[in-house]
């Protein structure tokens, strides 16, 4: 079975730009997390999408949103990005959600500028 | 809010030796997840050992165990017998439906010497 992948893998965009990062899940996973990963703040959660509705949300400034599409796969908008929107995003897939084991992607690298 | 505390940045242990990492959490919540995840050297973060808090019984895999306290709200993780792989930051995390938020520790870097 193909793990869960993100494209792209590295991504640099200059400040006031806005990016979309992609998610595809395992096969059958029908939720997607999506985190943040940064050394100052360490790992955030930024929201959980479940049968293409947004489930759980994290703490985070309505800049950073997502959509599921009937395939599962997942993608994150952040709009007007600022400098400390710098980080290594990961997403993660499950069955159902979190009480089920999640299986991170390798993260896209998100450099602003 | 809850918070999540890993209060050893890092540790080191000899390998074929045991090592417990420390975790402790805040919440008031009596029904949640917990979690140690290993973020090996640029490589995926990967799931550890997950533990449910109304199950009493500590969850075991293979050379990972927990040593659950509910009521200090304590959740370490017990690594026996490190081995080189087991070389990475190791992230504690906690969940709850009810607050549909999930927390992260600060994380501890884990060094094993051959």
């Known amino acids: 079975k193909a793990g869960v992948t993100q494209t792209p893998r590295y991504l640099i965009k200059t400040r006031g730009q806005q990016v979309t990062l992609s998610c595809s899940p395992i096969?059958?996973?029908?939720?997607v997390s999506w985190y943040q990963q940064t050394p100052g703040q360490g790992l955030q959660f930024l929201f959980e999408?479940?049968?293409?509705?947004?489930?759980n949300k994290g703490n985070f400034p309505g800049r950073f949103s997502g959509r599921q599409f009937s395939n599962s796969r997942s993608e994150m908008n952040v709009s007007t990005l600022e400098l400390g929107d710098s980080a290594l995003y990961l997403c993660?897939?499950?069955?159902?959600?979190?009480?089920?084991?999640?299986?991170f992607g390798p993260g896209t690298r998100l450099t602003v500028l | 809010a809850q918070t999540v505390t890993q209060s050893q940045p890092e540790m080191s242990v000899q390998e074929a030796e045991t090592v417990t990492l420390s975790c402790t959490y805040d919440?008031?919540?009596?029904?949640?997840?917990l979690f140690w995840y290993k973020q090996p050297p640029s490589r995926q973060m990967i799931l550890v050992i997950r533990?449910?808090?109304?199950?009493?019984q500590n969850a075991t895999e293979n050379r990972f165990s927990v040593n659950f306290q509910k009521a200090a709200k304590s959740f370490s993780l017990k690594i026996s017998d490190s081995q080189l792989g087991d070389a990475a930051m190791y992230f504690c995390?906690?969940?709850?439906?009810?607050?549909?938020?999930?927390?992260f520790g600060a994380g501890t870097r884990l060094t094993v010497k051959p």
């Open positions: 533990q449910e808090a109304y199950k009493q």
């Open positions: 999408y479940f049968s293409e509705t947004q489930r």
């Open positions: 993660a897939s499950s069955v159902q959600g979190f009480g089920n084991e999640q299986f």
């Open positions: 919440t008031s919540e009596s029904d949640y997840y």
């Open positions: 096969s059958g996973h029908r939720s």
């Open positions: 995390a906690y969940f709850s439906y009810n607050n549909n938020d999930m927390r």
